[in-house]
């Protein structure tokens, strides 16, 4: 158990709709990291935040979107949902921002479907 | 390239060593990692290297780091059936960023 915990667990919708991913880092961590896991993209960085403030942008469609909130949880809200955003996301945590060694922690993500 | 590669597939016997190749991109990559995926399970941090060190031994994980080729390698010692996973390599590019390669699928057969 890495700490990070992530809601849900598995998730199934329709295209075209809008859902929202929890993570809660493990306690102390300031950064929250989003991945996203396909068969054809494999595991692609997604977005950064640390502390509130994003920090880091990596391959993230217009559609989607990310907080992090006073208490260090983050949100990822994916909208406009379309077939081939089904994939795991995962939420990592970290102590600092990345500048150096910076073991990343990952939750067991969300297994998103889109139907 | 602009992508970390690795091979995808590795059978193994239990017992034997297995060695997972990676390739990574920026030369200037001050921390290089081995990630383990098992089925229905996050990423967990196996090892890292730094950049100025040649290797790195952890129990049955040895890590060689080749600068000159961007060449990174895990050797397992003494496989067992517990290792089978998927093993990413994974490098810290100029923006702090964690790039990951596409996964080595270790298979450990008896």
């Known amino acids: 158990d890495s700490g990070v915990t992530q809601t849900p667990k598995h998730l199934i919708t329709a295209t075209g709709q809008r859902v929202t991913l929890r993570c809660s880092p493990r306690s102390g961590d300031l950064s929250v990291y989003w991945y996203q896991q396909s068969l054809d993209q494999g595991l692609q960085f997604l977005i950064q935040y640390y502390n509130g403030e994003e920090r880091a942008k990596g391959n993230i469609l217009e559609r989607f979107s990310a907080q992090q909130f006073p208490d260090l949880h983050s949100e990822l809200n994916l909208s406009s949902l379309e077939l081939g955003d089904s994939a795991l996301y995962f939420c990592a945590s970290s102590v600092g921002q990345g500048e150096t060694y910076n073991e990343q922690f990952f939750g067991p993500g969300t297994r998103l479907t889109v139907l | ?110």
């Open chain 2, 1 to 110: 390239g602009e992508d970390v590669e690795q091979s995808l597939f590795l059978s193994v016997r239990e017992g034997d060593s297995s060695v997972i190749n990676c390739t990574y991109t920026d030369s200037s990559s001050t921390y290089l990692y081995w990630y383990k995926q098992e089925p229905g399970a996050g990423l967990q941090l196996l090892t890292y290297i730094f950049s100025n060190m040649d290797m790195k031994q952890d129990q049955r994980l040895t890590v060689l780091l080749n600068k000159k080729d961007k060449h990174l390698s895990l050797r397992i010692a003494d496989t067992q059936t517990g290792d089978s996973a998927i093993y990413f390599c994974a490098e810290i590019l100029y923006d702090y960023k964690l790039s990951f390669g596409a996964g080595t699928t270790v298979t450990v057969r008896a």
